[in-house]
């Protein structure tokens, strides 16, 4: 099997923590330890005294239990915890899709999961979200996207990069072409909770029995650090994909999943949503203000969840060579829309602390002088 190189990854990871001002990430602000007991009232000594043992490679029950909790209807025997929603994402999709296999998938996407399907599959097909209409799917070209082959289509809802939020009707009709060709959805629901107006964003969840949730703490949680996901679907489909996470990473952290469990408890986890939103309204208010006073270069629709906005510029550069000279010249890390196929965008992360944001943009402004001239 052979993979092609995940750039925006490989982009993130070698650089996010060199620069001065990482506006490369899609979540808020990481919380530190401290931070996260704080806000669940609690001490350090669960934490201190954790033994180091493996856990149950799926996850403890409690955690899988405090994970069914978000998902109407789900029991334990519907959750697979893994490191990290990319590594839900990656054995739910080697699981499901073989050689012979069509997948669709919606784009502009967090591509991690296109070059899984491309290694794993015979044919990968886009069906696009459509920038005219405020990022809404076009949800003709997926009905003639999806034939006989296809056997899986991916969304990510909220999506990544432009923050928008598919409705219950449009939902549904993704449902509705997956069910006529016997298609399997992969959701990935990870920016769920990371609404700026703070109204949970319609789940596929329980629509279909082809279907599976990935989401995990790293963006609506500020926890990317625990690297803690989860895979969310039928039962039986849930007992295979455990066999396929023997093979990759066996179990979660011990830490990581006891700090979950922290994180989820039904006191804590709307204090998350609660710092998360504080974080999303208070900076987007002046990233907003820095890119519509530039109207000649920038073209955007305000993101409705996740602290990514994804904006069109206009100026005679590449967006590769863009992000270079940011980062070289002002220590600020973005990302090109080269690494959603699509030049001539950049993916601002706002989720860093206000004053940051607001001296990175200055930054941003001085290269973008100079480009423009
Ligand atoms: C849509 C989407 N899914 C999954 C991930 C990866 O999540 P994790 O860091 O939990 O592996 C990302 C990270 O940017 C993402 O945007």
Redesign the pocket.
Known sequence: MKINPFRMERWQSTWENRVRFNLSE?GVHPMTPTELLELAGTDSQALLSQRLVYNQSNGTEELRELVAAIYTGATIDNVLVSN????A?YVTTWSLIGPDDVVVMEVPN?M?VWGAAEAFAREVRPFHLDEKRGWAPDLEQLDEQVDADVKLIIV?NPN?PTGAILTEAEIDRIVAIAERAGAWIIA?E??AGAELDGRWSPSFWGRYDRLVI?A????AYGL?GL?I?WAVGPTEFIANLWSYKDYTSIAPGTLSDLCARIALDPDTRPKIYERTRGILNENLGPLEEWLSGRPDIFHYRAPRAGAICYARYQLEINSSALAQRLKDEQSVLIVPGDHFNMDGFMRIGYGVPRPELIEALDRVETVIKSVAG
């Open positions: 899609s990290g929603g990319s590594e994402n967090y991690q990510t990544n990935d990870i920016y990935t995990g703490l790293s963006k990317p690297r996901g």
